[in-house]
């Protein structure tokens, strides 16, 4: 692969990221998590579904707090606190 070409790739994969995490963090907004710990939440959640990359201690924190909100955003994994 080319320089140019994963270049590119890095930045669709860093858009389709953002993107992502902005559609959670709408999600979590609509259900009620305040906008601060939203951001945190779908950020965590978007690493997970599309690095596999699991959350910090913090977010756990974080996830498990505002639970019942973030099933009701449908962005409830099995294996998010684990």
Request: proline share 15%; no cysteine; hydrophobic share 55%.
């Given at each position: 692969?080319?320089?140019?070409?994963?270049t590119f790739l890095e930045s669709d994969t860093a858009d389709y990221f953002r993107q992502t995490g902005i559609t959670y963090w709408q999600k979590l907004i609509r259900e009620g998590v305040p906008r601060e710990e939203a951001g945190k939440i779908a950020a965590?959640?978007?690493?997970f579904d599309l690095f596999a990359r699991t959350p910090s201690s913090e977010q756990k924190r974080l996830i498990s707090q505002?639970?019942?909100l973030v099933c009701r955003a449908q962005l409830w994994r099995s294996h998010l606190l684990l």
């Open positions: 692969m080319t320089p140019a070409q994963l965590a959640i978007a690493k505002f639970s019942p």
